[in-house]
């Protein structure tokens, strides 16, 4: 290609020509892709809050005001869909094209063209999940789980163009993966060991492995839905020999983990930023590259606590309650070297830091509920009901969610050359921290008040609570547009980010540490 010089390590430098469109569409240099991921990603989270605000629209009041309910129904399964696979995981696979070649010393992502190509199928992916709303019949009504028969029997005649987005999805986040695990695996600087490895770093291998080892049962599940529904076959029809508790079986085999491979990476992250701006190294390294793949390994032991309610035998329910109880142990040990690590630092609470504790905190409440939900004679009560809503929104939105933030405010500056304005950030961190509580706290009350899930009607004894959890939703959405525009305003400019960028730190976590008695270094020992 006439506008791209030969490659320079690793890296197509461009000049001439190659500017604007054409360097975003045919770029193979890591930066620029891991840009693409989170802007997209970012426009995706706008799209399905938007829809969450239809959700909580319509739910501020009882009775149906504002949309028909099977439009209701399209909303809830469509946000969960992108919110999960448009939202947070390009998020983290952005973050993870950015800084694991700079934190290993690698020149490049191992495979760079398969890089441009994991990114640019995503857009058209999503725009078919997207269009699915306007055919006749409308878009996915069957919850983000899709279970059958609803996703199969029932389902409108758009279950087609799901099916296809799912799968291109999932090809996408394969391709990721591998490209995650051969840059690792290949591409690391001389000295970097294994137990050198900065956590993030770590957090993504593991993570980059369950992706790998989950994503063609997805595959499987939307394949046997698609068949069922267009090609007579009965993999989840009773009538015809089937089962369909057997879907729940394939998909939670895959949602899991799947969940995991979202909290994952946010872990790696928290674990960067709180050493740095506690001005010591990471309490217990090993213990967390342990922690992590404990947690990978028992993620695939658990997915049944999903199923509680399905009429699983005695020894079932047990097997799957105590291993969802155990996995609460390799997560307890990481809460712990957090707040160790914090312990007697010389703690400052820049902006990055205010997340990664908010987030600490926060996730470790959707920890508990999730220890709740895990018992199952107490599960029968739960199950369906908006306690779980509260459960995983705390995990994924105070957990994900925030780390993602957390990772923005903390890198930005290396990226872009320009401080962020540190006041519009606090006032982002606190608008955000007080809606995400008044929207999901009290969602814990109506479940436990018997409140089901996925409903656009309810009885008016929840009217006041989910008056609150709306007028919180809103609030959270729209602080949110701070965001977007703190960082339009950094990446076109501002104050000039010094190399260092977090005063009386050494900046990032992956530098040479110097002789000073504090620094961030949180692997623990030198690179040579």
């Not at 394939?250 to 983990?257: A, E, L, V």
Request: charged share 10%; hydrophobic share 55%.
């Amino acid at each position: 290609m006439s506008s791209v010089a030969e490659p320079v390590d690793g890296h197509e430098h461009h000049h001439g020509p190659a500017t604007g469109l054409k360097r975003w569409l045919f770029t193979t240099n890591h930066k620029d892709i891991g840009s693409l991921y989170l802007w997209f990603s970012f426009a995706m989270f706008l799209v399905g809050g938007a829809m969450a605000m239809v959700i909580r629209a319509e739910l501020f009041q009882p009775g149906l005001q504002l949309v028909d309910p099977n439009f209701f129904n399209q909303m809830t399964t469509v946000h969960g869909l992108i919110m999960v696979f448009g939202a947070v995981m390009p998020a983290f696979t952005g973050l993870a094209n950015w800084m694991i070649p700079m934190m290993i010393g690698a020149p490049d992502m191992a495979l760079p063209r398969m890089n441009n190509w994991s990114f640019w199928i995503l857009p058209f992916a999503f725009s078919m999940l997207l269009f699915s709303l306007f055919t006749e019949g409308g878009g996915p009504n069957f919850g983000w789980t899709f279970y059958a028969p609803l996703s199969t029997t029932y389902s409108p005649e758009s279950t087609a163009l799901f099916v296809f987005a799912v799968h291109i999805m999932g090809i996408s986040s394969i391709m990721g993966a591998i490209n995650v695990v051969v840059t690792i695996v290949n591409m690391r600087a001389p000295g970097m060991t294994w137990m050198k490895l900065p956590l993030f770093v770590w957090t993504w291998l593991i993570t980059a492995f369950l992706l790998i080892a989950v994503m063609p049962v997805l595959a499987g599940a939307v394949t046997m839905v698609l068949t069922d529904k267009y090609f007579g076959t009965s993999f989840f029809d009773a009538a015809g020999g089937g089962d369909p508790v057997m879907f729940q079986h394939i998909f939670w085999f895959f949602g899991h983990p799947e969940v995991y491979i979202m909290i994952l990476p946010a872990f790696g992250v928290v674990s960067a930023i709180i050493p740095a701006f506690s001005r010591k190294p990471l309490f217990g390294y090993a213990s967390m590259v342990y922690a992590t793949a404990s947690i990978a390994i028992l993620s695939f032991l658990v997915w049944a606590h999903h199923m509680f309610t399905t009429g699983m035998p005695l020894f079932g329910q047990l097997f799957f309650m105590y291993c969802t109880m155990l996995i609460a142990v390799p997560t307890g040990v990481k809460v712990f070297n957090w707040v160790a690590t914090m312990w007697r630092g010389a703690l400052t609470f820049e902006v990055p830091m205010l997340f990664a504790v908010a987030f600490v905190i926060l996730f470790t409440i959707g920890g508990f509920s999730g220890l709740m939900l895990a018992i199952t004679p107490v599960d029968f009560q739960y199950h369906d009901t908006y306690f779980v809503v509260a459960h995983f929104h705390y995990v994924l939105v105070t957990g994900a969610v925030f780390s993602i933030m957390a990772a923005v405010y903390y890198w930005l500056p290396k990226w872009t050359g320009h401080m962020y304005d540190e006041g519009l950030g606090k006032m982002h961190f606190w608008c955000s921290l007080i809606s995400v509580n008044v929207l999901f706290f009290p969602m814990h009350f109506l479940g436990l008040a018997g409140m089901p899930r996925r409903i656009p009607d309810y009885a008016l004894q929840f009217a006041d609570i989910n008056q609150i959890v709306s007028i919180g939703g809103f609030a959270f959405g729209l602080s949110q547009l701070i965001f977007l525009w703190l960082v339009i305003k950094c990446v076109r400019g501002g104050e000039a980010a010094a190399a260092k960028p977090w005063e009386g730190s050494e900046g990032l976590e992956w530098t040479v540490p110097s002789p000073a008695p504090y620094h961030t270094f949180t692997t623990p020992p030198e690179v040579k």
